[in-house]
């Protein structure tokens, strides 16, 4: 099993995401918030990376950064090799809460994207309507929601609606795919399963994924690569490849291999805690 | 019974037992027509003199259709603007209150010295009384949308008009339909007041030249037909509140309907 951290590599040419020295701090002034503290990542095309840490540790923050939704306070944040928003690169988030528009029905709410992002857009006020139709439902039966299409999201179970919102996230083919704790509020059967569903989807469609979450064996089942955070100031503090072979299982995560890595990403998360957070 | 018919029953009883208990009052403690005339009496009134009202009850409907046209477009409009982001919305609303807490009673003789007497004074009362709820409304629904539903559309490169049609506007709705039951009932108001005080038509004026010649009988059977009418748009918007936003309050049968 291959666990020893990785060297900071020299970045390769097929880098998807980049995050050269990036910093972030939030506000200004005295309340300013310093989240993230100079930081190098890069995300391979294809690769699946967990970031895992403490809360408040700038997890979040490198998503929305990776994202576009916030800007870098200082270095470069690359996406498709130009700087982030520049390349008109398709991106799909999910989070913790499944956010469906509760005046849609899931049908509606997975058409969204679809109705939003180019090149589909403009299929969208053509013919291919129909098509897409078909595409939802086929992808809401991948995810075990078959006959839920016409439902609305408030009939459906946290769960349910959490699977929707991945599909939401994943109609429009994303090159990207941002996942911040998207199934931190479901019970852990419902969980579990939802790993299975998100690595077949990862497999068969290969975006790149970055996913953000406080559930270190959700990070090992899921990740080629976990990033082990620290708070105040957020940053990497260290990389860990993950090589189980896939398709992973829940029976796998019971190996001695799987739970020692759980338990050393454990430890270095707790050992990496700010002392005074540290309860005797 | 159900308990929904049992409700409908009781709250029918109600308002039939107010009116018997009226009627029952003033015939035994002998109330003059001239001080409380009896229910009776004012349907008689009513229906006698009904050429009569009706153009009235006519010009009153029709100011205050146009007053509250007028008043939803002036209150979307605003109410966009200043639900639009947290920092109009944070800017504009001490204004805004400042505003609707004005008495709109005491606006009416400035539109008088603008327009001069008549139905334009009395539209833009209707609408200046009915376009603070829309405004404030409107407002709060867009500016109170999650921010992980505009993350979600940003991340999709949408653009703000994007946002504004898929997730600001029908998130709005329920605020927008909640504030139009209000607002309908203002513009009424805002109509009668503005008749009372300087018009020659509607069931405002019809009041005040009844009262001066102590025809108390038509005051009362104007008051129906403005209860009445109060009623019909009041119900009017309700129906269409539960039409087009059922599903904010998420009852099976608007789904299942």
Redesign the interface.
């Known amino acids: 099993m291959m666990l020893a951290p990785v060297p900071a590599a020299p970045a390769r040419l097929d880098a998807f995401v980049e995050l050269q020295r990036v910093t972030h701090t939030y506000g200004r002034g005295d309340k300013q918030v310093h989240a993230l503290d100079t930081t190098d990542l890069r995300i391979d095309k294809g690769d699946f990376i967990a970031l895992v840490g403490p809360s408040g540790c700038g997890k979040s923050t490198i998503l929305?950064l990776v994202?576009?939704?916030i800007n870098a306070s200082s270095g470069t944040v690359l996406v498709a090799g130009r700087e982030v928003g520049a390349e008109?690169v398709r991106?799909?988030?999910a989070?913790q809460?499944p956010?469906l528009?509760?005046?849609l029905t899931l049908r509606d709410n997975v058409m969204?994207?679809l109705?939003?992002?180019a090149p589909f857009r403009q299929e969208y006020r053509g013919k291919r309507r129909t098509e897409f139709r078909d595409r939802i439902d086929a992808l809401l039966a991948q995810v075990g929601l078959a006959g839920f299409a016409d439902?609305?999201p408030?009939?459906l179970s946290g769960g349910m609606m959490q699977r929707a919102s991945l599909c939401?996230a994943l109609v429009?083919e994303p090159q990207l795919l941002?996942l911040d704790e998207p199934f931190g509020a479901l019970d852990q059967f419902t969980r579990e399963e939802l790993w299975g569903i998100m690595q077949d989807l990862w497999m068969t469609r290969r975006p790149t994924v970055l996913l953000v979450t406080h559930d270190l064996k959700e990070a090992a089942y899921l990740a080629n690569r976990i990033c082990v955070m620290q708070a105040r100031p957020g940053r990497i503090i260290e990389e860990s490849m993950v090589a189980f072979p896939r398709p992973r299982t829940i029976a796998m995560s019971y190996d001695p291999d799987f739970v020692s890595l759980t338990q050393r990403l454990r430890e270095l998360i707790m050992s990496a805690r700010p002392a005074r957070e540290t309860v005797p | 019974m159900s308990p929904q018919l049992r409700r409908r029953f009781a709250s029918t009883a109600l308002i039939v037992g107010f009116f018997v208990a009226w009627e029952l009052l003033c015939l035994a403690f002998g109330v003059k027509d001239i001080v409380l005339p009896r229910p009776s009496q004012i349907v008689i009134t009513l229906i006698q003199r009904m050429p009569a009202i009706w153009p009235h009850a006519l010009q009153t409907l029709y100011t205050t259709l146009v007053g509250f046209a007028l008043g939803i477009l002036a209150g979307v409009c605003l109410g966009a603007l200043i639900g639009s982001s947290r920092l109009a919305y944070d800017v504009a609303y001490p204004l805004l209150v400042g505003f609707s807490s004005i008495p709109k009673v005491a606006v009416v003789p400035i539109f008088v010295l603008w327009f001069g007497a008549g139905t334009v004074p009395a539209v833009l009362t209707a609408m200046i009384l009915c376009v603070f709820p829309i405004v404030v409304n409107v407002a709060t629904g867009l500016a109170t949308t999650?921010p992980?539903?505009e993350?979600?559309?940003?991340?999709?490169?949408?653009s703000k008009l994007?946002i504004l049609v898929?997730?600001g506007l029908?998130?709005t709705?329920p605020y927008f339909f909640a504030s139009l039951k209000v607002a309908v009932t203002q513009a009424f108001v805002g109509t009668v007041i503005a008749e009372t005080v300087a018009s020659n038509r509607g069931i405002g004026n019809l009041m005040m030249i009844a009262s001066s010649s102590f025809d108390v009988p038509l005051v009362f059977a104007g008051l129906l037909v403005l209860a009445a009418l109060g009623v019909v748009l009041y119900v009017t918007f309700s129906f269409i509140e539960v039409r087009v936003?059922g599903?904010?309050l998420?009852k099976?049968e608007f789904?299942m309907g």
Request: aromatic letters at 10%; charged letters at 25%; a positive charge.
């Open positions: 929305k994202t576009g939704l008109p991106v799909g988030m989070f809460n956010t528009l509760p005046w969204l994207p109705k939003i992002v439902k609305y408030w009939q939401r429009h941002m | 999650e992980e539903l993350d979600v559309m940003r991340a999709l490169k949408a994007d898929n997730v029908p998130r709705m936003t599903w904010a998420r099976d789904a």
